[in-house]
């Protein structure tokens, strides 16, 4: 018996997280039976020693742990990403820390690196976080040694605060990881701004 056997499929929050699109890629709520696949994306070594809390190696357990605690707490929302087939590339979403802006994490399959999809996926999620969450201000990171990651958070509109060291799991220690924080007042600015551009 794996663990989502004994999880109630009335834990999950799937209802009330709805589906974003954009151009190229869909968001939707993780699902019991996206196990095998996110498991299967998520094991590589690249992608666990850029993230916080990707183990490496990844099983299918680790999977089946990240869908049932997803989207339990109010103001949370964690979404897979897909290409419009249905077919799932990563995860991305916000997250909820005690006495801090909400932090906004993702990652994509070592395949659809480097083609924007993480860029597009995280613009639908920044501007759900704001508008439908009513964030205020999202935090996110990125390793020193990961330049393409912070390049889709300053394409996202967020600005550097600082480095600081950060436990990553799949390497059982330390690293250096750059800060990054975003004001809805900001994103509502880039927001207009994008529009302009488009009328023009």
Not at 85 to 107: F, H, K, R
Request: charged share 25%; hydrophobic share 40%.
């Amino acid at each position: 018996m794996t663990l989502l056997e004994q999880i109630s499929p009335e834990t999950f929050r799937e209802g009330s997280i709805p589906v974003l699109e954009t151009k190229r890629v869909s968001l939707r709520a993780p699902r019991l039976e996206d196990a095998k696949t996110v498991a299967g994306l998520a094991n590589d070594r690249r992608i666990a020693e850029n993230t916080a809390r990707i183990p490496h190696p990844y099983k299918l357990t680790d999977a089946e742990s990240f869908i049932a605690g997803a989207n339990k707490s109010a103001g949370e929302a964690v979404f897979l990403v897909t290409l419009r087939d249905g077919t799932v590339i990563g995860a991305c979403g916000v997250v909820n820390i005690e006495g801090q802006p909400s932090e906004l994490g993702y990652w994509l399959g070592v395949a659809y690196w480097g083609k924007g999809y993480a860029t597009e996926a995280l613009h639908a999620v920044i501007d759900y976080a704001f508008t439908d969450l009513e964030h205020s201000a999202l935090q996110a990171g990125a390793r020193v040694t990961n330049p393409a990651s912070r390049r889709v958070l300053e394409k996202c509109g967020f600005q550097w605060t600082g480095v600081g060291l950060y436990r990553i799991r799949a390497l059982s220690s330390s690293a250096p990881i750059d800060r990054f924080r975003l004001e809805r007042g900001i994103w509502s600015a880039i927001k207009g701004w994008g529009r302009m551009k488009k009328v023009s």
